[in-house]
């Protein structure tokens, strides 16, 4: 009897990093690059994870200022932001259907997830404001998801305050250079990603023989 009480919170333990990485409701980290490394592991696309035609273009829109995301199909989970040139989280986005505020540092709305796991159709508009400020280049950081092992980093869209034009970053091309080349990267180096594909392989597959191991077991009781 004691088995079968315990059986259910053993199966949850073992079942719990599914449920925690999956992020339906929202990125589970506010940084594009601890979110490439760790929340999802080694992308399946082809190149790592690269751009693979996302790209972010920005524009002056009065007061504010358009950044527009754009890519071959929709997706179904988004993290951006936009940083300073000291690096540091700024701004005000207007926040839209289908999005929601990600609390992070700095103060305002100043970064936004996905509310769910619906697709979401490109290209998608974003209404941001600099809070007045009209002078420097500041850099949009952005990483998309179609589903938990399909997902793209965006290339890092730096633009001009003073004229809303990307001024790096428009091509959309792929990082794959960079994160084959690049061991320390976290989410790029191919052998890592390589190496996190097989780990998430073998881990699942003790996950679905244990929980079947102790079903078996509880039957018999």
Request: net charge positive; hydrophobic share 35%; proline share 4%.
């Amino acid at each position: 009897m004691l088995f079968k009480n315990i059986l259910p919170i053993l199966a949850t333990f073992l079942a719990s990093p599914f449920l925690v990485t999956a992020f339906p409701n929202g990125a589970g980290t506010c940084d594009v690059n601890a979110m490439a490394a760790g929340a999802h592991g080694a992308s399946a696309q082809p190149n790592n994870g690269g751009a693979d035609g996302y790209t972010i273009t920005t524009a002056m829109n009065g007061a504010s200022y358009d950044i527009t995301l754009n890519g071959p199909k929709p997706i179904k989970g988004l993290l951006i932001y936009v940083v300073n040139a000291k690096g540091d989280r700024i701004g005000d986005f207007k926040i839209p259907t289908g999005l929601q505020q990600k609390q992070c540092n700095g103060t305002g709305v100043n970064t936004l997830t996905h509310k769910d796991s619906t697709l979401k159709t490109l290209p998608m508009k974003l209404s941001y404001s600099s809070g007045g400020v009209k002078t420097g280049q500041w850099k949009v950081m952005s990483l998309v998801v179609q589903d938990f092992k399909d997902w793209n980093k965006l290339d890092d869209t730096t633009f001009d305050l003073a004229t809303g034009k990307v001024v790096s970053g428009t091509s959309g091309t792929s990082d794959a250079s960079s994160n084959s080349s690049s061991s320390g990267s976290g989410y790029g180096a191919s052998g890592a990603s390589h190496q996190a594909d097989i780990s998430f392989t073998v881990y699942a597959y003790s996950t679905i023989v244990a929980l079947v191991f102790l079903m078996q077991t509880m039957n018999r009781l």
